[in-house]
C-alpha cells in the first residue's frame, strides 16, 4: 500500500544541476532507509545515494562532493540534489525506500546530460 512517485528529471547540460524528489504515499509507519539508484543503457542498475533512519548517508564515489541525498521524514520525501552534472550521470533514477521487511521502487524519472 505505499507507493513512491520521482520527479524533477529532464534535460540539462554539462555542468548545471538538477534536484529530483521522491514522495512516499500510502499507510507508512516509518521508513528505515531510502535511496536513488540509476541505471544507463547497457549498465547494471547502481546505487547512488541513500539515507537510513539515523540519518547515515552513503554516496558512490562517482558523485562524492556532487550531490547530496536528503529526506524530509515529516513528510516521508527523498530529495537528490545533482550539481556540477557530467554526460555519464545520463540515466534512469529510481527512488527505492525498505519499509520494515518490504522494499518499494519508483517508476523512475529520466535525467540527461548533453554536452
Known amino acids: 500500500q505505499v507507493q513512491l512517485m520521482e520527479s524533477g528529471g529532464g534535460l540539462v547540460q554539462a555542468g548545471g544541476s538538477l534536484r529530483l524528489s521522491c514522495a512516499a504515499s500510502?499507510?507508512?509507519?516509518?521508513?528505515?532507509?531510502m535511496g536513488w539508484y540509476r541505471q544507463a543503457p547497457g549498465t547494471e542498475r547502481e546505487l547512488v545515494a541513500a539515507i537510513n533512519e539515523d540519518g547515515h548517508i552513503y554516496y558512490a564515489d562517482s558523485v562524492k562532493g556532487r550531490f547530496t541525498i536528503s529526506r524530509d521524514s515529516a513528510n516521508n520525501t527523498l530529495y537528490l540534489q545533482m550539481n556540477s552534472l557530467k554526460l555519464e550521470d545520463t540515466a534512469s533514477y529510481y527512488c527505492?525506500?525498505?519499509?520494515?521487511?518490504?522494499?518499494?521502487w519508483g517508476q523512475g524519472t529520466q535525467v540527461t546530460v548533453s554536452s
Open positions: 500510502g499507510s507508512i509507519f516509518s521508513i528505515d532507509s
Open positions: 527505492a525506500a525498505e519499509i520494515g521487511p518490504t522494499g518499494y
